[in-house]
């Protein structure tokens, strides 16, 4: 068992107080990232977890046991870091084997002469060798074995790099951005790769990135951290569809979601000047609803098909050729940017200019709802008027 447990970790520097209180599990074998904007405290937290840091107060369990007092090399946990930190002037194969040898012989014996008479090292020499090959195999760079780091390429350097902390048999796998010095070709290349070592070793892995494609892609649960707090921590599709707050809505899905003001008094909803059709139930004063950019479509401006049409002023189109992207505003809401994602070129674009009036449906009960603060408000919702006077 190397599941993960952490309980009520709070770290501060000075004044500063960087992580607060932050407690969740993570299951044996699973894939957890730990996503949020730069500076919330992930690497932070993440050298809490392997040792390199110390808590100010909380615990940090490792298969059930407390490891507060454990040093990093008690806590079997390899880390692979965004830089690497391959030794530049040993071999591929000395990169991967050096932590082994160095576990594995006694002071004296890692000399480079002794190393070549000690017994010990002489027996041990072969079993090392075999081990980085296998390694090496795996992450197919056996060929790479005798270069330096510095002939290597990013997306090698980067299995060299998972190769050394692989070899190791760890019950827990920590990645502090591996992917993000690489180009955008190479990394969806990688992430496939660790994803794929993940499944074959069946590891604890603890993924962190502010990529939220890559947490969402690779993940089986994804913990979302803000200024050092827990804003959620779920599966992808949980997070997309079902976020806790404004907060989370906004920082998965990409394009960003719609984030639109709205007033609500005595059961009515205006989007700026515009009445919003329907009662509106659970949510009063000023109220924020959410619409994810697919959720969102064009429609002809005599179309009854939906419950909501609204005008729309067309700022910008990039053609993806498999999809659409439009950014805009809604005419009821001109001060909010709209952004809408559509599957393909819709006829209703065809031949239309920036200055065209567009008109765009949805439905209602694609919406979310929000308080001013940002907190979901899930028992809120739109009524048809329809089905209220047949009640
Ligand atoms: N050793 C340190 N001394 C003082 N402040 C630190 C130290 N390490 C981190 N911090 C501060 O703690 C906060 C969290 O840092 P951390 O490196 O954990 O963020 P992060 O989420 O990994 O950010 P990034 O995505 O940019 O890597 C930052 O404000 C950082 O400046
Ligand atoms: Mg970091």
């Not at 690497?84 to 991967?96: D, E, G, K, T």
Request: with cysteine.
């Amino acid at each position: 068992m190397a599941g993960l447990e952490l309980r009520d970790i709070r770290k501060s520097f000075g004044n500063t107080q960087v992580l607060k209180g932050l407690s969740f599990q993570i299951a044996d074998g699973e894939f957890l990232s730990l996503v949020g904007e730069s500076g919330c405290g992930k690497s932070t937290l993440l050298r809490i977890i392997s040792g390199l840091e110390t808590p100010d107060s909380g615990e940090v369990l490792i298969g059930g046991g407390v490891m507060n007092a454990a040093s990093p090399k008690d806590r079997n946990i390899s880390m692979v870091f965004q830089d690497y930190a391959l030794y530049p002037h040993m071999s591929v194969a000395q990169n991967i084997s050096m932590l082994l040898i160095m576990a594995r012989l006694p002071l004296h014996a890692r000399l480079p002469l002794l190393n070549r008479i000690s017994p010990s090292a002489r027996a041990l020499r072969p079993v090392i060798a075999s081990e980085v090959e296998a390694v090496a195999k795996q992450l197919r760079i056996e060929h790479l074995l005798n270069r330096r780091p510095a002939e290597l390429s990013g997306g090698q350097r980067q299995r060299v790099a998972l190769g050394r902390a692989l070899v190791r048999h760890p019950k827990l796998f920590l990645m502090d951005e591996p992917l993000s010095n690489l180009d955008a070709k190479l990394r969806v290349e990688v992430r496939k790769e660790i994803t794929e070592l993940h499944q074959s070793t069946g590891l604890t892995f603890v993924y962190v990135t502010h990529d939220q494609t890559e947490a969402m892609t690779m993940s089986h649960r994804v913990a979302l951290l803000e200024k050092g707090e827990l804003l959620q921590l779920a599966t992808p599709s949980a997070l997309y569809a079902d976020p806790h707050s404004v907060a989370v809505a906004r920082f998965i899905g990409s394009p960003e979601i719609n984030i639109l003001p709205a007033e609500v008094s005595s059961g009515i909803a205006r989007l700026g000047a515009e009445m919003v059709p329907g009662r509106a139930v659970n949510m009063d004063g000023s109220t924020l609803f959410a619409l994810r950019p697919e959720a969102a479509r064009l429609v002809d401006r005599h179309d009854v098909s939906t419950d909501f049409k609204l005008g729309f002023t067309r700022h910008l189109t990039e053609d993806l050729g498999h999809e659409v992207l439009l950014h805009g505003t809604l005419d009821a809401l001109p001060e909010t940017r709209f952004r809408m994602r559509l599957p393909k070129t819709s006829d209703l674009l065809s031949g239309t200019s920036l200055d065209t009036a567009l008109h765009v449906g949805f439905d209602a009960n694609n919406l979310l709802f929000f308080n001013a603060d940002g907190a979901r408000l899930r028992d809120a919702a739109i009524v048809a008027e329809a089905s209220e006077a047949a009640q």
